[in-house]
C-alpha cells in the first residue's frame, strides 16, 4: 500500500513525500522477517527512492540507496542478473552528475566486463537497450573527462553500431 502511496507522490513530482513515504516503508519492512516477498518489495523501495532523492537533487542520498540495493539485488539474483546490471549502470550514471568520474569508470567497466561475458556466450545482452546506451553513453563521459579521448572515441562507434 505504502508503495502505491509513494508512486502517486512521485507521479505528481513530490519527491520529497515520496522519499518519505519510500523510507517509512523500508523500516517496516526491515522490521519484519526475511523472506522474498520482503526482499523484493524493499529492492523495490531502495529503487524508488533512489530515483526521488536523484530527482529531487540529493545525489549523494540517492547514491546512498544504490549502495544499499545493490548488495540485496546481488544476493537475490546475483551480479549478472538483468536487475543487477540496471542499478549498476544507474549508479555509474549518477556519478558521473556528480563528478566522481573515476568511480564512474570502475564503477561501469564492471558492467561492460560482465556485458561482453554475456553476450559472448549467450548472443544477447543483459539489460533492455536504454540501459545499454546509458552505460555506453556514461563510459564514454568518463573516458573522456580521465582524458583518454580514444577509448571515448571507441565507446561512440560501438554506440553508432548498436
Same mark, same amino acid.
Not at 545482452?125 to 571507441?154: F, N, P, Q, R
Given at each position: ?10 507521479? +505528481?513530482?513530490?519527491? #520529497? %513525500? ?22 523484493? &518489495? ?11 532523492? @536523484?530527482?529531487?537533487?540529493? &545525489? %549523494? ?5 544504490? *549502495? ?6 546481488? =544476493?537475490?539474483? !546475483? ?5 543487477? %546490471?540496471? @542499478? ?18 570502475? @564503477? ?5 566486463? @560482465?556485458?561482453? $561475458?554475456?553476450?559472448?556466450?549467450? !548472443?544477447?545482452?543483459?539489460?533492455? *537497450? ?7 553513453? =556514461?563510459?564514454?563521459? =568518463? ?7 580514444? +577509448?571515448?572515441?571507441? #565507446? $561512440?562507434?560501438? +554506440? &553508432?553500431? $548498436?
Amino acid at each position: 500500500q505504502q508503495l502505491k502511496i509513494a508512486y502517486l507522490h512521485g507521479a +505528481k513530482e513530490d519527491y #520529497t %513525500n515520496s522519499a518519505m513515504v519510500l523510507s517509512d516503508a523500508i523500516s517496516q519492512l526491515r522490521k519484519g522477517g526475511q523472506s522474498d516477498d520482503r526482499n523484493d &518489495l524493499l529492492i523495490q523501495c531502495y529503487l524508488m527512492q533512489a530515483i526521488c532523492y @536523484t530527482k529531487s537533487k540529493k &545525489l %549523494n542520498v540517492a547514491l546512498d540507496q544504490y *549502495d544499499e540495493v545493490l548488495p540485496l539485488i546481488s =544476493t537475490k539474483e !546475483g551480479q549478472d542478473s538483468k536487475q543487477y %546490471n540496471s @542499478t549498476l549502470i544507474h549508479k555509474s550514471a549518477l556519478l558521473v552528475a556528480m563528478g566522481n568520474h573515476r568511480l564512474a569508470a570502475s @564503477t561501469i567497466v564492471k558492467y561492460l566486463e @560482465t556485458e561482453r $561475458f554475456s553476450q559472448n556466450k549467450s !548472443g544477447s545482452m543483459i539489460v533492455d *537497450d536504454l540501459d545499454y546506451i546509458l552505460a555506453l553513453d =556514461t563510459s564514454a563521459a =568518463t573516458h573522456l573527462k580521465l582524458g583518454d579521448v580514444d +577509448k571515448a572515441i571507441s #565507446t $561512440f562507434e560501438r +554506440k &553508432l553500431e $548498436f
